[in-house]
């Protein structure tokens, strides 16, 4: 696609959206072999949509939070069922406009939005009031992510800054790992008892997208398989197996029953990822590699709104 901007998966079909249409939300399924099979079609007009996201009830959600002028009294997030059918919630920042380009739903279909900040971190909303269709809800700030430059090479400014700059994110099938991207890697968090905001405060994989020439969209499969791709006709999708295993909390084996708690009950606790398991990424191209899929032949030239 000439303007890739999010990407989901339900492991038999992927679903891509530009971030911008002609007047319409246009969102393209596709087989595994990357060919359209069938566009979704929602009669509104998005301004700039940055991110996607699939809910286990087929239910997608685009993000409408592009605003690279600071210009928009209000963003908005599209509820899209699979027939088409469309609900448009608008929201409005307590601090200020942002340029967002990330988006995660959680389990309880709770959205976060993630802001694009190149001066600093990025910053992590979600609605402070229940959802509404009639008028904005206001956001509230829960989290705020801080991430080191890296020398992953890729990106569309050439330097340092594209390692920083958050231009998407996914949730695995069952919420329990979440992950953000750069231009050039992804950082994977487990995700305890379902709390987005407590993942977020923890520390994540690092898992590098080398060379992906502007890698704004990430996804994961329902098997915990991570894939990646860049805007651009004819880029490849990235697939990266077993991923999400990798932030997963390590239960350590045992040789013998442990000694019983004063309750009368066996305990045994995870251990907590190291805050240096961003170095773990190689092991996750031995389980899987980054395998190539067939490039996207989407060759539809969309124009890209300021």
Request: charged fraction near 20%; glycine fraction near 8%; include cysteine.
């Amino acid at each position: 696609m000439q303007e890739l901007s999010g990407l989901a998966s339900d492991g038999k079909q992927f679903y891509a959206v530009n971030d911008s249409d002609d007047g319409t939300l246009r969102i393209q399924v596709m087989g595994r072999d990357c060919v359209v099979t069938r566009t979704i079609t929602a009669p509104i007009n998005p301004y700039d949509v940055e991110d996607l996201a699939l809910t286990p009830d087929g239910t997608l959600w685009a993000s409408d939070t592009g605003d690279n002028n600071k210009s928009r009294p209000t963003v908005a997030l599209h509820k899209v069922s699979p027939s088409g059918a469309v609900e448009v919630f608008r929201f409005t920042y307590p601090d200020g406009k942002h340029d967002a380009e990330a988006l995660i739903v959680d389990k309880s279909g709770t959205p976060y939005i993630i802001t694009k900040e190149p001066l600093g971190s990025a910053l992590v909303y979600r609605p402070a009031a229940p959802l509404r269709t009639d008028a904005p809800v206001p956001l509230e700030q829960v989290a705020r992510v801080s991430l080191s430059t890296t020398d992953t090479p890729g990106g569309p400014l050439e330097g340092k800054l594209d390692s920083r700059l958050v231009t998407g994110a996914a949730s695995t099938a069952d919420g329990s790992v979440i992950a953000l991207r750069t231009y050039t890697d992804a950082y994977l968090y487990p995700v305890p008892g379902g709390d987005v905001v407590k993942a977020l405060e923890g520390d994540p994989v690092r898992i590098p997208l080398p060379d992906e020439p502007q890698g704004e969209a990430i996804a994961f499969d329902p098997d915990g398989t991570l894939l990646s791709a860049s805007e651009g006709v004819g880029t490849p999708i990235r697939a990266v197996a077993g991923a999400a295993a990798l932030a997963q909390p390590i239960v350590p084996a045992t040789t013998s029953a442990p000694p019983a708690a004063e309750s009368g009950d066996d305990q045994v606790q995870a251990a907590p990822p190291s805050s240096s398991s961003w170095q773990n990424w190689p092991l996750a191209l031995s389980l899987g590699g980054v395998v190539l899929v067939v490039a996207l032949v989407i060759g539809l030239r969309m124009r890209r709104r300021a």
